[in-house]
């Protein structure tokens, strides 16, 4: 027989699973034309069904499967395959920096699990999970990130599934503008973001060196936007010294307590 204490962790822990299951059920939605695209996609270039699935199954990375669908239809060699999706998902590299000093003291198959399941989707929902003013709301929560990414894993397949019934049936899908739904997912992520002056600069620009590498057809320029944006914000961050003054700010905006005496009579 469960014990109350038991019973009262499993509550807890199932209602940190769905609250985690919900937040990023937005992010899933936005995200479902483009899996619809990756395994119509997969399918056109030759792929079989089962292996278009096992495709989203197995490497769990939108992106980098367009990218490397792309590329075999072009005839494009493993190695460079290889070495571009590497690029393209180096950012998970520094995902797992930021997130590390949570994750770390988690016993191995949960650094497994949750290192699978990292996504942009589920950095967005599981950073901002831990962020706040009280030490409560620092502490990581592995369940709320658990069913964070597994809903979103869970709903990219299913959108993967989609697409690949939806190829058989329907001619010339990827020119429906489904590809759209990669820049909306990444719009919704950034924008709740950008809370800090750094933080615009360091989009706005990644936003400009993207599009400019874009119109100059330069290979590496996502790199090269992302690494100029960080730097670009934390120079500007150093600059102001806008971590100073953030806290200055914040406690200033917090209640303060007066302590009045009273005079004994």
């Known amino acids: 027989m469960d014990t109350p204490e038991l019973t009262t962790t499993r509550i807890t822990k199932s209602r940190s699973f769905l609250t985690g299951a919900l937040a990023v059920m937005p992010l899933t939605i936005a995200v479902i034309p483009w899996g619809i695209l990756a395994g119509s996609f997969a399918l056109e270039i030759g792929l079989t069904a089962v292996e278009s699935q096992a495709m989203s199954a197995i490497i769990f990375a939108g992106s980098a499967q367009l990218v490397a669908l792309g590329m075999i239809k072009a005839g494009v060699g493993i190695g460079s395959i290889l070495i571009t999706t590497l690029l393209i998902t180096s950012r998970h590299l520094l995902y797992a920096m930021a997130m590390r000093t949570h994750i770390s003291p988690l016993p191995l198959k949960w650094r497994l699990g949750l290192g699978f399941l990292l996504t942009d989707e589920l950095f967005a929902i599981a950073n901002q999970a831990h962020k706040g003013n009280t030490p409560a709301q620092h502490q990581f929560d592995r369940w709320y990130a658990l069913g964070g990414g597994l809903t979103f894993y869970i709903g990219w397949n299913i959108a993967t599934l989609l697409g690949i019934v939806a190829g058989q049936s329907i001619d010339n899908l990827g020119e429906l503008g489904l590809d759209f739904a990669i820049a909306a997912t990444f719009i919704a992520i950034v924008v709740p973001t950008v809370k800090r002056p750094s933080i615009l600069v360091c989009v706005l620009v990644s936003l400009t060196l993207a599009v400019v590498c874009a119109v100059f057809a330069i290979q590496a320029g996502l790199l090269i936007a992302a690494i100029s944006g960080m730097a670009a ?33």
Do not use: F, Q, W
Request: hydrophobic residues 35%.
């Open 233 to 265: 914000g934390m120079i500007y961050a150093k600059l102001t010294n806008e971590e100073n003054v953030t806290a200055t700010e914040a406690d200033s905006a917090s209640p303060s307590v007066t302590v009045k005496k009273e005079d004994n009579a």
